[in-house]
């Protein structure tokens, strides 16, 4: 039997993993600040990623931990660093200590959010550039698996997710989309892969308007994106060519949140 942890469970990306990582002989630990309903081949504990004696309990006799808990969109540069940058650190020294060999942490394209979009794809390790306090919390994390596997030896995979919803939302997303499907695809390449040390990944689909980041490190791994955002067009109005090209929309990997004034809804 393997256990693995799931931080932020109840969120959008915890709730779409859920069933699409269970397997025989496997129990999702299912680990939120809310409480969680857990089901078959389930556990659920209510607490939270800064607390660190509740993340080492939790990730006892664990194989793996999933890390999607934080706040999920922009915020104050207080509520960042304690949930966001605080959290990461304690759910990797939590693992740690509790002997868990990997992570994988739910990086964001916002780390790179302020890369150009007049050179795609843009490569796997792109070097950062955030775009919000929601991003440089992302770089943080980055940094600190890197720290962890590197000295700890832990297997640490940052997964820099673009937009993971049901469906494309705009008709930008119809080139960012990452389907629930190719998620849960994603996420059990991560889990699987044999020894894949630190690695820095995008997770997208195959979109026919894709092609703005690589896929060459999620495909080492195992991952192979299936679906494809074009199914989606008819039921969007509007378009990216709308957009002057001077706006961040169209310049920049992150869009909006590159703008004066960042959204904050989630990302």
């Known amino acids: 039997m393997s256990i693995i942890v799931i931080t932020g469970a109840a969120g959008r990306i915890g709730t779409i993993l859920r069933t699409r990582l269970a397997t025989p002989g496997r129990v999702l630990r299912l680990l939120d600040v809310v409480p969680v309903a857990a089901g078959d081949g389930e556990e659920a504990l209510t607490a939270s990623v800064t607390d660190m004696d509740a993340m080492t309990s939790a990730c006892a006799g664990a194989d793996a931990v999933i890390h999607l808990g934080g706040i999920p969109n922009e915020a104050s540069w207080d509520r960042i660093l304690d949930v ?77 997710i673009l937009s993971c919803f049901e469906k494309p939302f705009s008709v930008r997303t119809l080139s960012t989309w990452l389907s629930p499907d190719d998620a849960g695809r994603l996420f059990g390449a991560c889990l699987t892969a044999p020894s894949p040390g630190f690695r820095v990944i995008f997770g997208v689909s195959a979109n026919t308007r894709g092609g703005w980041v690589s896929l060459d490190e999620a495909r080492a791994l195992g991952y192979e994106p299936r679906d494809d955002s074009e199914a989606y067009v008819g039921e969007l109005v509007g378009g990216y060519d709308d957009v002057a090209p001077d706006d961040p929309e169209a310049r920049y990997l992150g869009g909006n949140f590159t703008g004066p004034n960042p959204p904050t809804t989630s990302l």
């Open 84 to 160: 966001n940058i605080n959290g990461t650190y304690t759910v990797l020294e939590a693992a740690r200590r509790a002997g868990v060999r990997r992570v994988i942490f739910a990086s964001s394209n916002h780390a790179v959010g302020f890369t150009p979009l007049d050179a795609v794809p843009i490569p796997d390790y792109a070097f950062p550039a955030p775009d919000t306090f929601y991003g440089v919390s992302k770089v943080t994390g980055e940094a600190l698996g890197a720290l962890y596997s590197h000295r700890h030896g832990m297997d640490v995979i940052c997964v820099r």
